[in-house]
């Protein structure tokens, strides 16, 4: 089993920056893909951005392309999510997911290990 742990949420004013970080650990960790989803108050679970893990190729939500830079650490099993720009549309909670298999996703049931998520507050 994977576990994943994201941190680095917290209150930021609009226009601010926010770095997220998912630590990945289990001895049976060797995910394909890792991604980032968000959840706001009364919304489904939405896509946020991917990687790779071998390759680091990346892929972004159009709603935070240009704006948010995920990255990947695979001597520490660690993804981060570099936010800039932030907006108080961009407030959720964010969660860590992590896919085993190969190939390409973007929705939620396309991924087999979730985070606890953390909370993403923007003010205005």
């Known amino acids: 089993q994977v576990q994943l742990v994201e941190s680095g949420g917290g209150l930021v004013q609009a226009g601010g920056s926010l770095r997220l970080s998912c630590a990945a650990s289990?001895?049976?960790?060797?995910?394909?893909?890792l991604g980032w989803f968000r959840q706001a108050p009364g919304k489904e679970r939405e896509f946020v951005a991917r990687i790779t893990w071998g390759g680091g190729g990346t892929y972004y939500a159009d709603s935070v392309k240009g704006r948010f830079t995920i990255s990947r650490d695979n001597a520490k099993n660690t993804i981060y999510l570099q936010m800039n720009t932030l907006k108080p549309e961009d407030t959720a909670v964010y969660y860590c997911?992590?896919?085993?298999?190969?190939?390409?996703?973007?929705?939620?049931?396309?991924?087999?290990?979730w985070g606890q998520g953390t909370q993403v507050t923007v003010s205005s």
């Open positions: 289990g001895r049976t960790f060797s995910p394909a893909v």
């Open positions: 997911a992590a896919r085993r298999g190969q190939g390409f996703s973007t929705v939620v049931a396309g991924y087999d290990y």
